[in-house]
């Protein structure tokens, strides 16, 4: 018989020793079953998870603002724009005056009560007490009283810069005047008040009138007037054209 007569046989798909139909390999199965795979799959996962735990420790260092930073902020604004610097001239000018009396007619008013000096000899220190009910305190400036019991001008002692203008329940009307050399000037006690806060004065300018206050009501009409240095209060006598 010639091969064209010879019967054909069915081919069979391969079988499994357990009987069943062979399957291929997969791509993925074979790359899995090389000795490499392993460490090589190990090495990329150890990877991304530095490079997760790098990302998120540089989110966590990036710098915010707080609530407290916006607070400072908003509080050293406030500052500039009450605290304004002197004008360098107006330090200049000030720093070469001489204090003079906040008066414009020193002769005709009297000092009711002196500056206290703890140097001073007893009976001056007891006249230079303010007395408040069973307190007795030292007195930090001078009372200059009219004996006419009538307002009188107030002057700026030195020419200088408005910080203080206030409405006080036991001083009166209250003004405070910045000069060079962290040397400010106290008014109280006033009736009336010509300036306003941040507003240049020369000395000698109009700045108020005389009045009463609480604390030294039995005085009447009068000017309470202080002197301070760098917070310090000073004798204005020590200062003042005699």
Do not use: C
Request: glycine share 6%; proline share 5%.
């Amino acid at each position: 018989m010639n091969d064209q007569n010879k019967p054909k046989l069915k081919e069979e798909s391969p079988k499994t020793s357990m009987g069943g139909t062979a399957v291929k390999p997969s791509a993925w199965r074979k790359l899995l079953s090389k000795k490499w795979a392993a460490p090589a799959a190990f090495m990329a996962a150890a990877a991304i998870i530095v490079t997760l735990m790098w990302i998120y420790r540089g989110a966590e260092e990036t710098p915010t603002t707080t609530g407290n930073d916006s607070l400072e902020v908003s509080q050293g604004t406030n500052e500039e724009a009450i605290e304004t610097p002197i004008d360098d001239t107006l330090e200049v000018a000030s720093s070469n005056e001489t204090l003079q009396w906040p008066v414009v007619n020193r002769s005709e008013l009297t000092v009711a009560t002196p500056f206290y000096e703890a140097s001073a000899s007893n009976e001056e220190r007891q006249a230079a007490m303010v007395q408040t009910g069973n307190t007795f305190t030292p007195h930090m400036g001078i009372d200059l009283t009219s004996s006419a019991d009538k307002p009188f001008d107030v002057v700026a002692a030195l020419s200088g810069r408005v910080i203080v203008v206030d409405k006080h329940p036991i001083n009166g009307n209250v003004i405070e005047i910045k000069h060079a050399d962290g040397i400010v000037t106290v008014y109280q006690s006033l009736s009336e008040v010509q300036v306003k806060v941040n507003e240049e004065v020369k000395q000698g300018s109009l700045i108020g009138k005389s009045g009463r206050s609480e604390i030294e009501k039995d005085y009447g009409n009068h000017l309470h007037f202080e002197v301070r240095q760098n917070g310090n209060s000073i004798n204005p006598n020590t200062l003042l054209e005699q």
